[in-house]
């Protein structure tokens, strides 16, 4: 079992920038594929951007050049920096990490940019 508890969610104003970051449970951290996806009033949830174990990311169109994300395996976290906000971007973001051919899911935290 994998618990997540993702931080950073609020309100910013277009061109803004926010850091989400997600703590993880669990001594293997390091070969989590870990993600961060965003779900937006009445759309289905999406992938924003992914890290795997191997270093490899990869990000959806619509956020490429304006978040990143990064992970600290000393400190069991994954981040994602997100400039350049907006208003599109108005979802809640969610934290996922799979292991063991399990999908682990954090509660979600709210992003609202303001135009």
């Known amino acids: 079992q994998v618990q997540l508890v993702e931080s950073g969610g609020g309100l910013v104003q277009a061109g803004g920038s926010l850091r989400l970051s997600c703590a993880a449970s669990?001594?293997?951290?390091?070969?989590?594929?870990m993600g961060w996806y965003r779900q937006a009033p009445g759309k289905q949830r999406e992938l924003v951007a992914r890290?795997?174990?191997?270093?490899?990311?990869n990000y959806a169109d619509s956020v490429k050049g304006r978040f990143t994300i990064s992970r600290d395996n000393a400190k069991n976290t994954v981040s994602l920096q997100m400039n350049s906000l907006e208003p599109e971007d108005t979802a809640v973001y969610y934290c996922?990490?799979?292991?063991?051919?399990?999908?682990?899911w954090g509660q979600g935290t709210q992003v609202t940019v303001s135009s």
């Open positions: 669990g001594s293997t951290f390091r070969i989590y594929t």
């Open positions: 890290s795997t174990s191997g270093g490899s990311t």
């Open positions: 996922k990490a799979e292991y063991a051919f399990h999908d682990y």
